[in-house]
Structures are given as C-alpha cells and as structure tokens.
Nanobody, 112 residues
Framework: QVQLVESGGGLVQPGGSLRLSCAASRSIFSLYAMGWYRQAPGKQRELVAAIISGGITNYADSVKGRFTISRDNAKNTLDLRMNSLKPEDTAVYYC??????WGQGTQVTVSS
C-alpha cells in the first residue's frame, strides 16, 4: 500500500506556471510507473504525463513542450511542472502509481 498526497494546485492566469507535487507515504523506488492524470468538469479522466523507473517519460499531445514530469526516488515525490498554462488545462489533477494507487486530487484553474 502507498498513500499519495498532491499539493501545489491553485488559480493562475493564462501563460503562467504551476508546480504540482505528489508525496508518497513510503519509498517509490519499487514503483515501476507513476503518472499524473486530470479530469475536467463533464469530461473523462485523462493521462497527462507518465514516468517509469528508468526515467522514460510519456506526455499527452496537448501538454508536450509545456509540462515536465519528474520523480525523486530519494524524496519519494513525483512532480509536474506546468508552463504556458491555458484555460483548457483547468481540471483536478491526480497523482497515481501503478494504476492502483491514487491521490485525492488538486484543483488547477487557469483563468484571467
């Protein structure tokens, strides 16, 4: 079992930046895959970015070049750096691990 807790969400203007962080309750060294998902009102949850233990990353086309996912196995954290934010990035962002463990979500709102 592992508990995941997200932080860093908030309100930001278009073009701004945010950094989301996900803290795990135990070592993430043994977790092969971790990722960030998001769910906007009235839409299905979608993958934003994923990273495997070897450092290989995968991004949704809509965020490529703007978002960067990273993991720190020593600190047991998963981060998502988001730049050039757009109103369509507004959603609740969830941290997940191995498709089994989920955080409670953090709201990101991009609006002027």
């Amino acid at each position: 079992q592992v508990q995941l807790v997200e932080s860093g969400g908030g309100l930001v203007q278009p073009g701004g930046s945010l950094r989301l962080s996900c803290a795990a309750s135990r070592s993430i060294f043994s977790l092969y895959a971790m990722g960030w998902y998001r769910q906007a009102p009235g839409k299905q949850r979608e993958l934003v970015a994923a990273i495997i233990s070897g450092g290989i990353t995968n991004y949704a086309d809509s965020v490529k070049g703007r978002f960067t996912i990273s993991r720190d196995n020593a600190k047991n954290t998963l981060d998502l750096r988001m730049n050039s934010l757009k109103p369509e990035d507004t959603a609740v962002y969830y941290c997940e691990a191995e498709g089994r463990y989920w955080g409670q979500g953090t709201q990101v709102t991009v609006s002027s």
